[in-house]
């Protein structure tokens, strides 16, 4: 579209400066094909700007010197210009689209030119080119203060995730010191049932096996747990899950609630990663989607735990790599579970859990 526009300008205004030339000039095609020559090197203005400005300088003061009227070949100079200072590196892109935008009306006047200096068109051309030079200087301010604004959030959200996997570990901590104390009172009671009442001390024996196993689950589900031991409160479970849908009808959202399956007793990992989902799933529907329902569906199968959360928003939905979506795969990721989010096909947006209870069986 630049392309074209300014090839159209600059043949138009060859054309009639040649029209309305009132001395013997050289043929007109010659004067078209350089002007196209010209635009041409547009093409490369992306990858080597400095060359484009000084070739399409240099194509104006040979269109100049050969005696062609006017200077209407000097229109790519305008897109070449503000490509150079709107993707520079700064003062010195501003420096060089400055000078050479300033040396377009000065080959105008430069000897063989036929008459005086006509200071209308030069304050024009001038003016333009100022216009222009400023224009990509603003769009260069705006891309540098987006850049940084970029790695101010990859920042923040590179500490967001190390936040999120300390809390993590706490809560993990919670689950496994909640196991091994269990581990420990029945082991203490199979203990004393050992010698008067065996079938007591069996029941317990199988209730530590259950808890050890459980236990061995969320370890391997983490690979490193750092963290100094806190006073937390108790962690929700998924049965609180309507809870968080009533506050998201409380905000004005339709949350219809579905669960299939056969509901069982989950590990507190899984069931501590599935209640976080939904929750950060809803806070980004009230927050982000613009949505009016959703839909939340928790389906106990033989092998996971699947929870899925749709919207009918805006299928834009919050970032993929925001702050709440890092924390919500990191979570699953904890429990060896898988995680997606993302526009969902049939409208709106989606947000999808598999949590394994493989491990954990």
């Known amino acids: 579209m630049v392309l074209g526009g300014t090839a159209a300008f600059g043949v138009f205004g060859v054309v009639t400066e040649y029209v309305y030339a009132n001395r013997p000039l050289p043929p007109l095609a010659w004067a078209l094909v350089l002007t196209v020559l010209t635009v041409s090197a547009l093409l490369l203005r992306r990858r080597a700007p400095v060359a484009v400005v000084v070739a399409i ?3 104006c003061l040979v269109y100049h010197l050969v005696g062609y009227p006017g200077l209407a070949i000097a229109a790519a100079m305008g897109p070449a210009c503000y490509t150079l200072v709107a993707e520079g590196d700064g003062r010195r892109s501003l420096l060089v689209g400055a000078l050479a935008a300033a040396a377009v009306p000065v080959i105008s006047y430069l000897p063989p030119s036929p008459g ?8 024009g051309i001038v003016t333009i080119l100022i216009a222009l030079l400023a224009m990509a200087e603003a769009r260069r301010a705006w891309r540098f203060a987006a850049d940084e604004r970029l ?3 990859t920042k923040e959200s590179e500490r967001r995730l190390v936040d999120e996997r300390l ?8 689950v496994l010191a909640h196991t091994i104390t269990l581990i420990s009172v029945q082991a203490a009671a199979g203990l004393d049932a050992l010698p008067a009442r065996p079938a007591t001390a069996e029941e317990a024996l199988r209730t530590i096996r259950g808890a050890a196993k459980e236990a061995m689950a969320e370890l391997r589900s983490t690979v490193r747990v750092l963290r100094e031991v806190d006073e937390l409160a108790p962690q929700p479970r998924l049965d609180q899950v309507g809870q968080l849908v009533e506050l998201a009808r409380k905000a004005g959202i339709d949350v219809d609630l579905t669960t299939t399956g056969d509901a069982r007793e989950l590990p507190a990992g899984v069931e501590l990663a599935a209640y976080r989902v939904v929750q950060e799933a809803l806070t980004n529907v ?14 106990h199968r033989a092998d996971c735990l699947h929870v899925e959360v749709v919207d009918n928003g805006d299928a834009g939905g919050p970032p993929v790599d925001g702050h709440g979506m890092i924390g919500m795969r990191e979570r699953v990721r904890a429990v060896g579970g898988s995680f997606a ?3 969902n096909p049939g409208g709106g947006f989606a947000v999808s ?7 954990a069986r």
Not at 286 to 299: E, F, G, L, S
């Open 341 to 343: 989010a993302g526009p």
């Open 286 to 299: 009230v927050r982000h989607a613009h949505a009016t329902t959703a839909t939340v569906r928790i389906d």
């Open 116 to 123: 005086g200096i006509n200071f209308g068109a030069f304050t």
């Open 57 to 59: 300088l240099a194509a």
């Open 353 to 359: 859990a598999r949590l394994d209870l493989g491990g």
């Open 151 to 153: 790695r101010a959030v």
């Open 167 to 174: 809390t993590i570990a706490r809560e993990l901590h919670d």
